[in-house]
């Protein structure tokens, strides 16, 4: 039995692939997987089977499968195994939707989603953790209990939350295929040209500096990136952008706008923390200096989310306000160019 472990790894999900052996014997999967994979229950594989996320030559099957000489076996599955203590956390959530198997809510600037290298408390995750304390999922000791997806610290806006296993692997499964429906509205630097298009390019770690990403147009590193774009308001210096995600990298869209030399305003890994167009007047500067101030952060928020709900299949959409310090800027530049426009 040859394994390739870790094909591939996209955003909270593990692929695993596995060649079966000629002189195999038909044993259930579920019992076949379970012997061949570290640090995983049998009833997490089990669960991962019912939600579709358990192909064989590229057609799902049941827990009750029987393994066959020469199949080729891909499991996905959501969340990495724990990796530091978790500490449930009375931190307030905004919640825009609940039921049984899902949450919905519009997460604040400034809120990391899951512990990590020196954000271990004052999480999204411990703050689920504290919500949801009666529940399996939120005390199995994951690292990232629910999350399907995450939204960068300083980005605002809307994440859905399983609340157990079922719901977990169905929904892991529709941000792996890609069959949900987000949308961002950024503000970026300067109007790109033309007004509606698409970026592409590759995403990856930056080769010198690995905690900011990188575009790879050749396709040398990264992985296949694509974001849609749309200005809905030209504000002279910067716009306003719809935004839709085709894939879902880590800072794919602050990165792609970058690599098109209209990073998004006051992002300061990505160089958008400086005056990079209008007037080279001291009070245009101070004007510039003072909607960084009231918008410290990239000026990105998820607006919307769709999907299928994992239980009724039912299609369930979101949308969101946008957040005060992206509404008090755009305004401030709304009067900056009405008064220009007077003169």
């Known amino acids: 039995m040859s394994e390739e472990e870790l094909v591939e790894q996209q955003e909270l999900f593990e692929h695993h692939r596995f060649s079966v052996d000629p002189g195999q014997s038909m044993i259930r999967i579920d019992k076949f997987l379970f012997a061949r994979m570290e640090n995983i229950s049998r009833t997490r594989i089990q669960n991962a089977a019912v939600a579709g996320n358990i192909l064989v030559n ?22 990495p195994p724990r990796e530091i203590e978790l500490i449930p956390e009375n931190i307030p959530i905004d919640i825009i939707y609940e039921d049984d198997d899902v949450i919905v809510i519009n997460k604040a600037s400034g809120m990391v989603v899951h512990p990590a290298y020196g954000n271990y408390t004052g999480t999204l995750v411990n703050a689920l953790m504290w919500h949801f304390k009666d529940l399996p999922l939120f005390s199995s000791g994951e690292l990232r209990p629910g999350l399907v997806h995450r ?14 296993e079922l719901a977990l692997n169905k929904l ?3 941000f792996y295929d890609r ?34 990403m990188q575009v790879f147009p050749d ?15 030209d504000l002279g210096y910067i716009s306003v952008v719809e935004c839709k995600l085709e894939t879902g990298r880590t800072h794919q869209i602050r990165v792609h706008f970058s690599s098109i030399r209209h990073p998004l305003f006051n992002d300061d890994e990505y160089g958008g923390n400086k005056v990079l167009k209008g007037t080279t007047f001291s009070k245009y500067h101070q004007f510039v200096e003072n909607c960084f101030k009231i918008l410290p952060r990239q000026a990105l928020h998820a607006k919307s989310l769709a999907f299928d709900h994992p239980v009724t299949g039912k299609r369930l959409s979101f949308d969101s306000e946008l957040p005060e310090d992206m509404k008090q800027v755009i305004e401030k530049w709304r009067r900056y160019i009405s008064g220009r426009e007077k003169v």
């Open 172 to 174: 892991s499964k529709q």
């Open 58 to 79: 590229n057609a799902s099957v049941k827990p009750s499968y029987r393994v066959k000489p020469n199949d080729i076996i891909q499991i996905v599955l959501p969340n």
């Open 179 to 212: 069959t949900t429906d987000r949308k961002y509205i950024a503000l970026a630097w300067g109007i790109p040209d033309p007004k509606e298009g698409t970026i592409t390019g590759h995403v990856g770690r930056n080769l010198r500096d690995r905690k900011i």
């Open 151 to 164: 939204i960068d610290k300083d980005t605002s806006g809307i994440l859905v939350i399983a609340k157990n």
């Open 219 to 233: 396709g040398s590193h990264g992985k296949p990136a694509v974001t849609h774009y749309k200005v809905i308001e």
